[in-house]
């Protein structure tokens, strides 16, 4: 709650407001059945024209401004709820940019969108539909119980018997309902993923005709939703029944014995109507009561599943960091172990140890599998070392701001990203203020410039989401582009230009090294035309080091090296 209440702190005026509203709208309507009461005992009973007239004038005052603070509540409560809800979204999202690639595993990406989303509208909609009655039924329920015991305190005693009743009702629902509002938010987290799995990959559903296979798994996990959401919905329903249950059985009571006592002379007409009034009132807010607490219950599921997200603590911290700055680009693998989990029974890499001069140009290779990604994503610490260190200019890559470590290292992942914006959009992300001849300057590198002018509006083309209207090829080079934009001592291109033909290729790392002389550039790739040049070529063979050393030596003794350049090679030839 305190975590809850400090996204709610910008928002406390309207909250305020909003409460001040509801308490004064809920004391004007409270006053209504009293006047109606006169209205009937005195100005009816003594046939006083001028009295009713006056008390009928005073209800529609009443009334009024009940309205009036009505809308002006509604207002608030609404500025409340949204803006509370934006500060939860803005919160989370914030702690997702400071996950590390552990944290994010820990969560789906369809779940993190529906805790952004779906959970976070919940929230919002809790307080905007739900602060009102919250706060007004108690004010109404305690009121129109006093004065209904000021009215008559025998016939007031039946609510001390439907209260308990009720209450006992609301506890069971709400008691077994709240466990399968958690289960109906998993199941929105497997819709969202089929949708989002489908979208993503739709090219290949549609190249491998799949479309009935993708629908049938979409109609089991849509299947599981409905059934999870009418069994919530439910025995959530059962709150409006028990509440009418109540409701009536009180309201058939009070007529039985209000009727007897205005019989006897025990109490008069107007009385029994304005008691009735205020039974209905007190009825009427246990009703939005009942409401209010199956809408926090479903809330508070959803709380919790935020919380889960705010709460996750990153795993790859600033705690050791200094202020110091990558100068030149030395790298030093010591005695490298890694798994992706603590509790993993093998390593992921294995006693890798690998000493790598500011400058100069390195290649890895290995069969698929073998984790040379996995090897270069520990670098700008994607994933923390499970023990030993990595060194840059003989600092612990630990004692770097993530930040500055970051900036110092581009890196063109093996699945190449683009974001919906122009190509010059896309490009300032490896440097926002970069000037046009920058821009130029690394597309030359990258060869964008070879098909940049057979783009619709060249620079300012729209790419669409993901760069769907570009080829592979394309996508790569401008991925290639924006890391060299950024001017980084450390390169690394993670199997990047797999999708770009041997002679571009070769163009690409002509450019690199001309043009970027003192960069350290870590290649991945599956070509050992790619690497042949490098000043050391590392083979990782599961998770561990076979060897390390220039392509002549590789290619005169060692075997796995020599598998994979004589089946690059027709018949084994050069």
């Known amino acids: 709650m305190k975590q809850f209440l400090s996204y709610a702190k910008l928002y406390k005026k309207d909250g305020i407001l909003a409460i001040i509203c509801i308490e004064a709208e809920t004391i004007f309507e409270l006053l209504i059945p009293l006047v109606m009461a006169d209205i009937i005992d005195i100005g009816v009973v003594n046939n006083d024209r001028n009295y009713i007239l006056l008390k009928g004038l005073q209800m529609v005052a009443y009334a009024l401004i009940s309205l009036l603070l009505g809308q002006a509540c509604a207002r608030f409560t609404a500025a409340c709820g949204q803006g509370i809800g934006a500060e939860i979204r803005k919160a989370e999202f914030a702690k997702l940019q400071t996950f590390s690639f552990a944290n994010t595993d820990h969560f789906s990406s369809s779940s993190l969108v529906t805790r952004l989303t779906s959970d976070v509208t919940m929230i919002q909609n809790s307080i905007s539909n739900g602060l009102r009655p919250g706060f007004r039924s108690p004010v109404m329920m305690i009121t129109a119980f006093v004065v209904s015991f000021i009215l008559n305190a025998k016939l007031a005693i039946v609510f001390l018997i439907a209260a308990p009743v009720l209450a006992i009702l609301l506890f069971f629902i709400i008691k077994n309902v709240r466990p399968l509002y958690s289960k109906m938010q998993g199941a929105i987290d497997l819709v969202n993923r089929i949708i989002q799995e489908n979208l993503t990959a739709i090219r290949v559903v549609k190249a491998y005709v799949r479309g009935d296979y993708e629908t049938k798994k979409f109609e089991e996990v849509n299947a599981n939703l409905q ?15 028990a509440l009418q249950f109540v409701m009536y059985t ?6 039985w014995f209000g009727g007897n006592l205005v019989t006897i002379g025990g109490m008069k007409v107007g009385a029994l109507t304005s008691f009735l009034s205020y039974v209905l009132q007190v009825l009427n807010s246990l009703m939005m009561f009942s409401s209010v607490f199956l809408l926090m219950t479903r809330s508070l599921t959803s709380w919790k599943r935020i919380s889960e997200v705010l709460d996750e603590e990153p795993t790859i911290n600033d705690n050791l960091a200094k202020d110091i700055e990558v100068k030149s680009g030395n790298i030093r693998f010591d005695h490298v172990f890694f798994k992706y989990k603590s509790d993993a029974k093998e390593y992921v890499l294995s006693d890798i140890s690998i000493d790598i001069k500011a400058g100069q140009t390195i290649g890895i290779i290995g069969q698929t599998g073998s984790s040379k990604s996995s090897l270069v994503q520990l670098i700008p610490r994607l994933y923390d070392v499970t023990a030993g260190n990595i060194y840059i200019d003989d600092h612990p890559i630990y004692e770097y701001p993530q930040k500055q470590l970051r900036d110092s ?3 063109v992942l093996q699945n190449n990203t ?5 190509v010059k959009e896309n490009l300032r992300w490896g440097k926002e203020d970069a000037t046009d001849e920058e821009i130029e300057k690394a597309c030359h590198i990258a060869c964008v410039d070879e098909f940049i002018d057979r783009l619709e509006n060249g620079y300012d083309t729209e ?5 769907v209207n570009v080829s592979g090829g394309q996508k790569q080079r401008l991925c290639i582009a924006r890391a060299v934009l950024k001017a980084p001592k450390v390169l690394i291109l993670d199997d990047s230009t797999s999708a770009v033909d041997t002679a571009t290729e070769a163009r690409i790392r002509d450019g690199l090294d001309k043009e970027l002389p003192g960069m350290t550039k870590i290649i991945i790739a599956q070509r050992i035309s790619s690497i042949m040049n490098a000043d050391q070529i590392i083979i990782l063979d599961d998770g561990k080091m076979n060897a390390n050393d220039n392509h002549e030596n590789l290619l005169s003794s060692n075997e796995i090296y020599q598998d994979i350049f004589y089946s690059q090679t027709k018949g084994g030839n050069l």
């Open 250 to 255: 009180t309201i058939i009571s009070i007529l």
């Open 409 to 411: 290292i581009a890196m």
């Open 463 to 467: 790419l669409g989401q993901g760069g």
């Open 418 to 422: 683009l974001f919906s914006g122009t």
């Open 227 to 241: 059934a999870s959401s009418e069994k919530a919905f439910t025995l959530a329903a059962l709150n409006m029944p």
